[in-house]
């Protein structure tokens, strides 16, 4: 099992706890992991190179293409940010908006329909929840097959305050999402809306003249 994990802050809180808990579930070994920090990827000026003319062309190529190299060869993706005002973190937004050109609406990757993602958020307050939406969304637009979400509210500052019966109930779910994940592996197939997002790209690759790179990737994979 080749897992990635992207971490959406630097600092090893809360939620890194919870993704090294997850990670441990797994049994996984150490290189089979793979793990990268968004700090310090440049903010995507909007420049919409990598759409038009290739990911290639963004001036941030080598700050993110080792990160999505990984993501690709992947058999688990694995995202995690704390929650900031209510949604993820200004640097992984950041990512994501590098990661636009791989959405069904452009060039999606062909073998991420059969990998598992992951979205892990935690809050010592409100909005876990719509923080792991938000990963899980983006992963979705990605063609991921098949994501889990484990949002965790800590009612704490720090890992060392969090109150023993919660963090029983966080291992609980890592505990549940892992087993979902082991039994899952290798068996993912699109869901219902996949499917009909695909279906529905495909038609308009079909007639697509505002961006020849996009529509001639979809001839490339037999799609159109």
Known sequence: MKITVVHGQVHKGNTYHITQMLLDKLNCTKEEVSEFYVNGIGDCV??????????????????????????????????????????????????????GYRWISHRPYPTMKQKIGVAISTTAGAGAKKTTNLIASQMFWWSVGKTYQIPITVAAMNWDQMSPERKAKAERKAVKISQSIQHKLGHVKPGIKARFMFFIMKQMHKGMDYSPIDMNYWKEKGWI
């Open 46 to 99: 909007g420049c919409f190179q990598c759409v038009m003319k290739g990911e290639n062309t963004c001036p941030h190529r080598c700050q993110i293409e080792e990160i999505i190299k990984a993501i690709e060869e992947a058999d688990v993706i694995i995202i995690d940010s704390p929650t900031y005002v209510l949604s993820v973190s200004g640097q992984l937004k950041t990512f994501f908006d590098h990661m």
